[in-house]
């Protein structure tokens, strides 16, 4: 059979080779045809189970092509400590902020239906940074000082000051946090987040990876549904990111928010997100910028 499909193949058939053979001429030429069948077969298959996945895939399970949504905006407010936003939590109609820069750092609150604004300082030695409320306390991160800072709040209608709780401790740097299914995440500016408990107890690591490549400089984090969104560091794009398999779901284009805010300062990026989830509005800011941005997102 072998040596028959080489004749053919190289269109030199040998007749004694035929007359020889206890098979007829015919015969070699149907198996011919049926090997010419496989070969298609075997180089077409790849290419149909290729064009099927395609089809058939899914925003929830695939990151290799990561849809691209524009935001845009809906209601402007304004940012009312034009602080260096670290950590930004939508709570009774109130954006609460985390501000950062060592000897500025703060913890503000302003209210969006009225004109209430306050805000409580941070001591010198803390460069605050990421912000997230579970169980009636506020949990703000530190940069390179490994302590989460701690406050009580009883009613989510509660005015600064806020009563101090003890810190804890975490190791590493401290960038952005949030809080999903009680469990509290947390950034610090690679392309890992960190699931700890309240306590601070460290309970895995996820990988964030957008098209198969990993995703650094991640910062503020803020839990939307079953999701986690983040801010980049230098990046006007937002990523929606599953919080186990680690895959980036989907891309928000941001630059429209930031062209209308014309930031001045290289050090003004982006960065600030709060949800509100009766709404569906969120809320997006920036360091030092002058607005708070009010737009929606699509979700797998």
Not at 37 to 44: D, E, R, Y
Not at 69 to 90: A, D, E, M
Not at 101 to 110: A, F
Request: net charge positive; with cysteine; hydrophobic share 35%.
């Amino acid at each position: 059979m072998y040596k028959a499909q080489f004749y053919f193949n190289t269109s030199q058939a040998n007749s004694t080779f035929f007359e020889e053979s206890p098979y007829s001429f015919y015969t070699y030429i149907q198996l011919f045809s049926i090997c010419k069948v496989f070969i298609l077969s075997a180089l077409l298959l790849p290419l149909a189970l290729f064009s099927n996945a395609e089809a058939q895939g899914s925003l929830t399970t695939s990151s290799t092509n990561s849809p691209i949504q524009n935001l845009t905006i809906q209601k402007i407010f304004p940012h009312k400590s034009r602080g260096f936003t670290q950590g930004l939590v939508f709570l009774n109609n109130q954006l609460w902020e985390s501000n950062g820069l060592y000897g500025q750092s703060s913890l503000c609150v302003q209210s969006l239906a009225s004109n209430y604004f306050s805000c409580q300082k941070i001591p010198d030695q803390y460069f605050a940074e990421g912000l997230a409320y579970l169980d009636s306390v506020f949990f703000q991160l530190t940069w390179r000082e490994g302590k989460a800072l701690r406050y009580s709040l009883p009613k989510p209608n509660s005015t600064l000051p806020l009563k101090t709780l003890p810190a804890l401790n975490y190791a590493g740097e401290g960038w952005g946090l949030t809080v999903l299914n009680k469990k509290l995440y947390l950034s610090n500016g690679t392309d890992t987040l960190y699931a700890y408990t309240s306590s601070f107890k460290l309970i895995k690591k996820v990988a964030i990876k957008l098209g198969g490549q990993a995703l650094n400089r991640l910062n503020e984090l803020e839990t939307i549904g079953p999701y986690i969104l983040a801010n980049r560091w230098f990046d006007t794009n937002i990523y929606l990111i599953h919080p186990i398999t680690g895959s980036v779901l989907r891309t928000y284009n941001a630059q429209p928010l930031v062209a209308n805010e014309s930031p001045t300062d290289n050090n003004s990026v982006l960065n600030g997100l709060a949800y509100d989830s009766s709404t569906g509005n969120l809320y997006i800011t920036g360091k030092n910028w002058k607005n708070i941005y009010q737009t929606k997102i699509s979700l797998p």
